[in-house]
């Protein structure tokens, strides 16, 4: 009986990282390949240098299996509560699987795979921020569920659901508004993860400037905090903002 329940779970975890074709029992062709390589420049979770080749042996994607703490929610499901394909799902929890064995990744591990983007700057800061708008359970740790969630909404969400998760991502508190504390928390850590050394070179009082312009054009009712809806009616009225959320609309 637990033989049965091992071979179960196997399969779906297989069937989830496409190392196994439900329909021929075969390993995935050249097409998922070259997919995969498309998505691996979208994941804060992987390096392509490190990515496991698709016709490696089943027998090793088993054992890898057979170490993992965290099983994924099954691929059906996963597929109805994000906008990724079968396929996509597929290629991203490789992805996933290959950087974190363990199904999970903590704040720590976050920050360290993180940090190979920005060499040239300090990214733990703007990682940490990042992370929790993941974790979205609070729960110090982000599952494949909680990432691909979360990617689904950035890069196929409505211009509503991108924004509100922007929102999130600055209110640190989770309070429902936006602080300039705040706001000047996540501007410095932009420019830290930016570097230094950038050209042309940044002035130390350019992130709060920053906050400055935000909060007024953001701030509606001057009342020293912005508001998801204060946050929500700025950015729809902003030409620039708008267009760069539509830059997601194509990436993958």
């Given at each position: 009986m637990r033989s049965k329940g091992r071979k179960e779970s196997l399969s779906d975890s297989r069937d989830l990282d496409g190392s196994y074709d439900q329909l021929t029992g075969n390993a995935p062709g050249q097409t998922k390949k070259a997919l995969k390589q498309r998505f691996l420049k979208l994941l804060p979770c992987c390096r392509p240098k490190s990515i496991p080749s698709l016709s490696e042996n089943s027998v090793e994607d088993e054992f890898e299996l057979s170490t993992v703490c965290h099983r994924p929610e099954g691929l059906e499901q996963l597929q109805e509560q994000t906008k990724f394909t079968r396929k996509e799902l597929q290629v991203l929890y490789r992805g996933f699987k290959n950087e974190c064995p363990s199904g999970i990744v903590n704040e720590e591990n976050?920050?360290?795979?993180?940090?190979?983007?920005f060499p040239q700057g300090d990214s733990s800061t703007y990682a940490t921020f990042l992370f929790n708008a993941f974790d979205t359970d609070h729960d110090g740790s982000v599952s494949f569920e909680d990432f691909v969630s979360g990617l689904s909404i950035i890069l196929r969400g409505t211009i509503d659901d991108r924004l509100n998760w922007a929102f999130n991502l600055y209110d640190l508190n989770k309070d429902g508004c936006i602080t300039k504390e705040e706001m000047l928390d996540i501007m410095k850590s932009i420019y830290d993860m930016m570097g230094k050394y950038t050209y042309p070179a940044m002035r130390e009082e350019a992130p709060r400037e920053h906050?400055?312009?935000?909060?007024?054009?953001?701030?509606?009712?001057?009342?020293?905090?912005?508001?998801?809806?204060?946050?929500?009616?700025?950015?729809?009225?902003?030409?620039?903002?708008?267009?760069?959320?539509?830059?997601?609309?194509?990436?993958?």
């Open positions: 976050f920050k360290q795979i993180y940090s190979q983007f906050v400055e312009n935000f909060f007024q054009k953001m701030d509606r009712n001057k009342d020293g905090v912005v508001t998801i809806e204060e946050f929500l009616e700025s950015c729809q009225k902003d030409e620039n903002i708008m267009r760069s959320m539509q830059l997601f609309d194509n990436v993958i």
